[in-house]
């Protein structure tokens, strides 16, 4: 999809021996935005609006009167609040959008598996058992976010700005094209296993 290297290349010292690479992806880069913007971006025009004109003004009455009054404080006084507006309304795009490009996700006959590549590479692993718990998101062209675990949270909410975390807190497919190929990959595989519970064998031994 957008390559910065050979997907199953990517997954390969990832892989355990015998294990099979079933489907390999990328979260779409140039989806950005989500239902938790219809918020956001209001606030975050308003935020960065009233932001930048204190700034104008500040620096303006230390223009025409530097020795007036708190002088030089004002205008340093709003440099962090007009670097939040930045964040908000342009900072957060392109951070997104430049770690989706380095994102790759893997889905083998016994793991879930999340890449991220760059000065550091990092790797998650997520095993596809019985307790693995899949919400799905999907739009009429198919494309969508798979959400993994036992979390409550809807898939659509986690691209709030709270929720906007790493994969290691909240594990995601995000917003790739072919979700419901993937989620049918995943589903046979788990139809697949051993049936029983494995905490109850577990616990009989």
Known sequence: MYPAADPYTVFQEDLR??????????????KLLSVADVFMIPFSL????????WEAMAI???LKT???????????FGLP????GFWLIFGRFITLYNTRRRTYYGVTDQRLIFVTMGSQRGSQFI???HELN????????????????????PAWASNLPMRRQSAAQIPQFAEISDLPNVAAIIDRQQAALPKGNPQSASLAS
């Open 81 to 84: 609040f007009c670097a939040i």
């Open 17 to 30: 021996p015998g294990e099979r690479l079933l489907w390999t992806g990328q979260p779409n880069p140039n």
């Open 46 to 53: 308003m935020w960065g609006g009233f932001a930048f004109f």
């Open 134 to 153: 899949m919400q799905k998101s999907v739009r009429p062209d198919g494309s969508g976010t798979l959400t993994f675990g036992n979390t409550q949270v």
């Open 60 to 62: 303006g009455m230390y």
């Open 66 to 76: 530097p020795n007036f009054g708190p002088g030089i404080f004002f205008p340093l």
């Open 127 to 129: 095993p596809i058992d």
